[in-house]
């Protein structure tokens, strides 16, 4: 599933199959196809697995459910989900390019609209929890989650259009913005 | 280009080749490359081409310009500028596969990074006029830009994660938080 994420982000869905994973993988010839009943469980898998490495590790859980409710947590909240983002590139672009190939192939679509969904609901759930005092209601949770998901896009394909300031400075701003007292 | 945008949305950029043009627009085999110096000329004039068929008719942009500076017309421009989107659905995912094919190729790169920091300036230019009296600073088209580009993808991608109506209500939601007086 690794050296599938891996193929994603270099050649696109298109250049996704089991020779290429093989490959990637450094396994003989074959192995993918043993292990994945068709392209459509490889590319569902391969994006279940860009999920599962984004989730951040029990320790920042900890330490995020004992900050102190304000919009400051938040700030650094989302500048660590960014930049944990940042430091697993070939995911990200792995998820766009799992998008896009969504647009074609039904199945894709519907597990990945599940993912979401659920990825939202977690989120609403972190920031309620957090929110015990702090304004960080539903709205604001999606609200963050549109911005900063574009932000990513941004970083990732087109680095130069905003300059590292500049996002820093955008997501305090949209905390300050979006999370109303 | 017209013909460049459908095979990109479709097939995605590994799709695009001269042939899959001259297919795609049912004109003589070797006429694209007749008009194109490269495939990456193809794909810079492609993305051009998108952003063309993107800016408002000459009519809208004089209604945009005498109506009451509020946040309820902000609200109406982003919903126009969401259903303009939604009708160059093609459009749309062509200039995707554009960015992820920019990972890899710097000279598109720089061509897709130039065009959005316009359209960016543009975007703040209107909403500075429109804003005499408003407070559509810089920071908040910024804001808007980088909520309403996601909204769209989801749109595009996986259409069911928001309903309409919750589109509708974020846009403004968006909007009044964002847009602060």
Do not use: C, K
Not at 89 to 95: E, K, V, Y
Not at 127 to 133: R, V
Not at 160 to 176: C, G, I, P, T
């Amino acid at each position: 599933m690794d050296a599938a994420i891996e193929v994603l982000a270099r050649e696109g869905a298109r250049g996704l199959t089991f020779r290429s994973v093989d490959v990637e993988a450094a396994v003989p010839p074959g192995t993918a196809s043993n292990y994945f009943a068709s392209r459509d469980d490889l590319l569902t898998r391969a994006g279940s697995r860009v999920y599962e490495r984004l989730q951040p590790d029990d320790a920042t859980m900890a330490r995020h459910r004992t900050s102190a409710p304000d919009r400051h947590t938040y700030v650094v909240l989302m500048r660590e989900l960014i930049a944990r983002i940042g430091a697993f590139r070939t995911g990200h672009l792995a998820l766009l390019e799992l998008r896009l190939e969504a647009t074609r192939r039904p199945e894709l679509r519907a597990v990945l609209t599940g993912r979401v969904r659920a990825d939202i609901d977690a989120n609403a759930n972190v920031a309620y929890h957090l929110a015990s005092g702090l304004p960080g209601d539903a709205t604001a949770v999606r609200l963050l989650y549109l911005a900063f998901n574009w932000i990513v896009v941004e970083q990732l394909t087109l680095p130069d259009v905003f300059s590292e300031a500049e996002r820093d400075a955008l997501v305090a701003a949209a905390v300050e913005r979006i999370v109303t007292p």
